[in-house]
T-cell receptor, first 113, second 115 residues
């Protein structure tokens, strides 16, 4: 079975600082995709960043970057220059060839002014 | 439509009643997913459709839950004889599906409250 674990239920960061959210996963598959989704209070899930497992280079999207360690099955999200609008629930997710996407329990991030 | 549309946005019902939740995916998306999110919790997988068939129904919590998809488009999630523990936000998502692995596009969810 594929599982996704987020061990940090809640985190906080001061505005303009950097924060890292952790995610580990368990799979026997070799080709898969990993995602970070953001869910603000509006409930709409928004894709933050994605990583293909066959790519060694870590994905980056503006202030968001990942540290993908395939051997360790770790996929952490780094948010640089945190903004108040980054306050949300963040979910790590995993999908492989059957299109079955599974999510972690989420990390509630609060950015403090 | 431009995005995944879910209705109703909010539903309050009495224990024991049946409810239907509707999801209209992005046009052309063949894969459709239902998840349940209890207050402040993560996403619990319920069911996944590829076209009109459901390869994986393993997440449906009980036989009171059922889902169907017709015409490879709209899906309905039906909960019979609702219980208070069914109260949650039900999220629907769609993706391009077969031969493509990637981003799911989510609707805004249907919040169900069972009194």
């Amino acid at each position: 079975a594929q599982t996704v674990t987020q061990s940090q239920p809640e985190m906080s960061v001061q505005e303009a600082e950097t924060v890292t959210l952790s995610c580990t996963y368990d799979t026997s598959e070799n080709n898969y995709y990993l995602f970070w989704y953001k869910q603000p209070p509006s409930r709409q899930m928004i894709l933050v960043i994605r990583q293909e497992a066959y790519k060694q280079q870590n994905a980056t999207e503006n202030r968001f970057s990942v540290n993908f360690q395939k051997a360790a099955k770790s996929f952490s999200l780094k948010i640089s220059d945190s903004q108040l609008g980054d306050t949300a629930m963040y979910f790590c997710a995993f999908i492989y060839n059957n299109n079955d996407m599974r999510f972690g329990a989420g990390t509630r991030l609060t950015v403090k002014p | 439509g431009a995005g995944v549309s879910q209705s109703p946005s909010n539903k309050v019902t009495e224990k024991g009643k049946d409810v239907e939740l509707r999801c209209d995916p992005i046009s052309g998306h063949t894969a459709l997913y239902w998840y349940r999110q209890s207050l402040g919790q993560g996403l619990e997988f319920l069911i996944y459709f590829q076209g009109n068939s459901a390869p994986d129904k393993s997440g449906l919590p009980s036989d009171r839950f059922s889902a169907e998809r017709t015409g490879g488009s709209v899906s309905t999630l039906t909960i019979q004889r609702t219980q208070q523990e069914d109260s949650a936000v039900y999220l629907c998502a769609s993706s391009l599906g077969t031969g493509w692995i990637g981003e799911l596009f989510f609707g805004e969810g249907s919040r169900l409250t069972v009194l």
